[in-house]
C-alpha cells in the first residue's frame, strides 16, 4: 500500500553521511472530527488514537528512515539489515492507520450503510451474505493474540475477496487492502475495557463500506 502524498524519497550522497530529506511522512488529514465516531468510539479514544499513537508512528517512521539513509551512504548492510524491524512496525503503523480513518465514517454521512453494487455483489458470492461477512471478520478480529489488524482484501490473483490477520502493525502485503479492523488496545480499551468483541459490534454502526467499495473497484482495475 503507498500512501502517495506523504513523502518524497530520501536523497543521499553515496560515502558519506549527509543526506536531504525534502519532505517528511505526515499524518493525513482525519475526515471528521474527533467525536463525530461517538457512540461507537468516544472522542477521547481518537484524539489520543489519532495524534499520540498514530503521530507517534509518523516519528519513528521518520527517524528510521534518516537512520537508514545515513547506514546506506556508510554502505553499513549490518545497520540497514538491523533498521528492518522498526521500518516494518512503524511504517506498517503508517499505513494501517490512514487505511483505518478511511474506512470510519459518522452516521450522518452514511457510516454502518450495507454496501451496494459490485461490492455488494462479491460478498454474497464470496461469503454468502453480508451479516456472514461480518461474522467472519469479528471472529478473526477476535482471535489476533495480542494486538493486531483483521482485514477485508481483495487477491489479484485469484480476483477474490479474503479474509486475513494481521499481528502487530505488519501491513498486508499478501492481499490489497480494503477494510481494516484495528485491534490494538488503544483502539477501545479507555471506553469497552477488556471487551474487544463489544467493540467489534459497535464498530460495525461507523464502518465507511463507500470507502471499501472505492477500494475495491479501484483494485479491480
Do not use: C
Amino acid at each position: 500500500m503507498m500512501i502517495r502524498s506523504a513523502r518524497a524519497p530520501i536523497r543521499v550522497r553515496a560515502g558519506t553521511r549527509q543526506f536531504s530529506s525534502s519532505s517528511k511522512f505526515t499524518l493525513p488529514p482525519l475526515p471528521y472530527d474527533f467525536g463525530a465516531l461517538e457512540p461507537a468510539i468516544s472522542g477521547k479514544i481518537m484524539e489520543l488514537h489519532y495524534t499520540k499513537h498514530h503521530q507517534g508512528y509518523v516519528n519513528n517512521l521518520n527517524v528510521a528512515l534518516e537512520q537508514y539513509a545515513d547506514a546506506q551512504s556508510k554502505n553499513d548492510v549490518t545497520k540497514m539489515i538491523a533498521l528492518q524491524p522498526a521500518l516494518r512496525f512503524h511504517g506498517g503503523g503508517h499505513i494501517n492507520h490512514s487505511i483505518f480513518w478511511t474506512n470510519l465514517a459518522p452516521k450522518s454521512v452514511g457510516g454502518g450503510e450495507p454496501p451496494v453494487g459490485e461490492l455488494a455483489t462479491a460478498i454474497s458470492q464470496e461469503f454468502g451474505s453480508f451479516d456472514k461477512l461480518k461474522e467472519k471478520i469479528s471472529t478473526s478480529a477476535v482471535a489476533v493474540q495480542g494486538s493486531g489488524w483483521a482485514w477485508l482484501g481483495f487477491n489479484q490473483t485469484t480476483g477474490r475477496l479474503e479474509v486475513m490477520s494481521k499481528p502487530n502493525q505488519d501491513p498486508l502485503t499478501e492481499l490489497t487492502p480494503l477494510l481494516g479492523i484495528d485491534v490494538w488496545e488503544h483502539a477501545y480499551y479507555l471506553q469497552y475495557g477488556p471487551g474487544r468483541g463489544d467493540y467489534l459490534k459497535s464498530l460495525w454502526e461507523v464502518v465507511n463500506w463507500k470507502n471499501v467499495a472505492e477500494r475495491y473497484v479501484a483494485a479491480r482495475k
